[in-house]
Nanobody
Framework: QVQLVESGGGLVQAGGSLRLSCVAS????????MGWYRRAPGKQRELVAD???????NYADSVKGRCTISRDNTKNTVYLQMNNLKPADTAVYYC?????????WGQGTQVTVSS
């Protein structure tokens, strides 16, 4: 089992920045994949970015150039630095951990961007 705890969400004005963090605990083996998804009101959950334990990166087109995902394997933590935020980025952001056939989700953290 893997537990994920997110932090760092909040309310920010358009053009502002936020940094999300997610700490994983439990039985953690490599290789694995950690990432961030989001669900906006009335929409399906979508990938924002993910990163392998070997630091291979993947970004959604909508956030390329504005967001940076990183991880600290010694702390089992993944980060999402979000810059130049837009109202369209308003969503609940979920941390995700995957290894082999197992997938785990955090409880989510709200990000609200005001215009």
């Amino acid at each position: 089992q893997v537990q994920l705890v997110e932090s760092g969400g909040g309310l920010v004005q358009a053009g502002g920045s936020l940094r999300l963090s997610c700490v994983a605990s439990g039985t953690i083996f490599s290789p694995n994949l950690m990432g961030w998804y989001r669900r906006a009101p009335g929409k399906q959950r979508e990938l924002v970015a993910d990163i392998t334990s070997g630091s291979n990166l993947n970004y959604a087109d909508s956030v390329k150039g504005r967001c940076t995902i990183s991880r600290d394997n010694t702390k089992n933590t993944v980060y999402l630095q979000m810059n130049n935020l837009k109202p369209a980025d308003t969503a609940v952001y979920y941390c995700n951990f995957r290894r082999l056939t197992s997938t785990y989700w955090g409880q989510g953290t709200q990000v609200t961007v005001s215009s």
